[in-house]
């Protein structure tokens, strides 16, 4: 018996060509290695790209959320409502500010949030909800804003920006989502606002980075908001670097006691380049999941859907549920998948079963949908550098493995 020969697949490699080594060598060499010409010219084209009229880059996406939650004012007293399902930075960035988590559970057999139970956890003290695009997939958005409309009366604005929406306010955790699209808009354009990782792991990387987006129509002014964002993440420096450079213009104030986290154009020269070659990325992530699906699906795996008729996913993570197994079962799969070479995920750990949030009083008996999706969810390699051969060993050693069971 001719055994298979093992792959080395690692989970989710940064896909780097020599263009954006040699744009990151230019932004070393023209003596701007911090926030310059190119961060302003990538966000310039990420606005260009999303379809709104104003993108900031920040140095994380956790960063672009708190800083938000910051500059409309939410604090101590208010509530913010996100998923029981998602990574700790969509709910650690509410502690951050001093407000209450609310994790809403999953509905049943799904990854986003149980639209049914979201109005229930709407309160006089809710701010803000935090839906989240798990694996670059849109949440349905247009349930979420009739669930805010008609808790609309509950809503209690604590400062001027809160009284121009007049209502609860949609944030997205859009890291997994840059490039999606659901009803002919794109993730960006449907909430009023939506942040975006360029972590090393994420389909657009600068290595660290994330930006922020919001949607026009909404009676904010873009350049007062773009510059608020400016001075929180510049120190509350009233000048940054770039403006400083101007004869005799040295002179600053610092306006607030406020927060470091910049993008520098090292990190905006390299995701030039990636914004370049983006909808080819996700051209071939799409081949990859399609891949996935035609020989998985038909065998009773389950997985989150990437594409339909209304909603295109930026195909981001390939979530594969294997029916009738639990943790120990699925944990088993993970390391017997490694020892042939290829490096397996979980997404994600519930918040509650984490000390932080138990700490906080959260209980995973509370969210039992959460858990279920959770308790044999695997997470298959889905990136741009595996080639169809490595897919299909990737499927083959899988689909070994369920026959064990």
């Known amino acids: 018996m001719i055994k298979t020969k093992v792959r080395n697949i690692p989970f989710s490699p940064p896909d780097i060509t020599d263009a954006e080594i040699g744009e990151v060598i230019k932004a070393m060499k023209s003596g701007w290695i911090t926030t310059g010409p190119r961060t302003k010219e990538f966000?310039?084209?990420?606005?260009?790209?999303?379809?709104?009229?104003?993108?900031?880059?920040?140095?994380?996406?956790?960063?672009a959320m708190e800083l938000t939650l910051r500059i409309l004012g939410i604090g101590p007293g208010d509530?913010?409502?996100?998923?029981?399902?998602?990574?700790?930075?969509?709910?650690?960035?509410?502690?951050?500010?001093?407000?209450?988590?609310?994790?809403?559970?999953?509905?049943?057999?799904s990854f986003e949030m149980d639209y049914s139970k979201l109005g229930d956890a709407i309160t006089e003290k809710t701010k803000l909800i935090i839906p989240v695009d798990i694996a670059g997939k849109m949440c349905d958005y247009n349930t979420i804003f009739k669930i805010v409309e008609s808790k609309k009366e509950l809503f209690k604005a604590n400062n001027d920006i809160q009284k121009l929406f007049n209502r609860v306010i949609v944030m997205t955790d859009g890291a997994h989502a840059f490039g999606a699209e659901r009803n002919g808009l794109k993730c960006g354009q449907v909430s009023d606002f939506t942040c975006y990782s360029f972590h090393a792991v994420k389909n657009l990387t600068t290595a660290e980075g994330g930006a922020v987006v919001w949607g026009s129509g909404l009676g904010l002014d873009d350049d007062w908001l773009y510059k608020q964002f400016m001075l929180y993440s510049l120190h509350g420096q009233s000048k940054d670097a770039l403006a400083k450079t101007q004869i005799g213009a040295w002179e600053y104030d610092i306006v607030y006691p406020a927060y470091?986290?910049?993008?520098?154009?090292?990190?905006?020269?390299?995701?030039?380049?990636?914004?370049?070659?983006?909808?080819?990325?996700?051209?071939?992530?799409?081949?990859?999941?399609?891949?996935?699906?035609?020989?998985?699906?038909?065998?009773?795996?389950?997985s989150l859907q990437h594409y339909g008729e209304v909603f295109t996913s930026s195909g981001h993570l390939y979530l594969a549920r294997i029916p009738g197994i639990g943790e120990s079962e699925r944990n088993e799969i993970i390391v017997k998948m490694a020892d042939a070479g290829i490096a397996c995920n979980v997404h994600y750990k519930p918040l509650p079963m984490f000390t932080a949030y138990k700490n906080?009083?959260?209980?995973?008996?509370?969210?039992?949908?959460?858990?279920g999706m959770y308790e044999n969810e695997i997470t298959l390699p889905l990136h741009t550098l595996l080639s169809d051969a490595d897919v299909e060993?990737?499927?083959?050693?899988?689909?070994?493995?369920?026959?064990?069971?």
């Open 43 to 63: 966000e310039k084209k990420i606005a260009e790209f999303t379809g709104v009229n104003t993108a900031v880059c920040l140095n994380s996406a956790t960063a």
């Open 79 to 109: 509530e913010v409502i996100t998923s029981a399902y998602t990574y700790t930075a969509s709910a650690s960035i509410i502690d951050h500010v001093g407000a209450k988590i609310v994790l809403v559970d999953t509905a049943k057999d």
């Open 260 to 302: 470091k986290c910049n993008m520098t154009d090292i990190m905006a020269g390299f995701g030039l380049i990636q914004l370049k070659r983006y909808e080819e990325l996700m051209r071939r992530r799409k081949e990859i999941i399609e891949m996935y699906d035609k020989a998985l699906l038909p065998i009773g795996i389950q």
């Open 360 to 371: 906080l009083g959260f209980d995973i008996k509370d969210y039992p949908n959460a858990f």
């Open 393 to 405: 060993y990737v499927i083959e050693s899988l689909m070994k493995l369920m026959k064990e069971l």
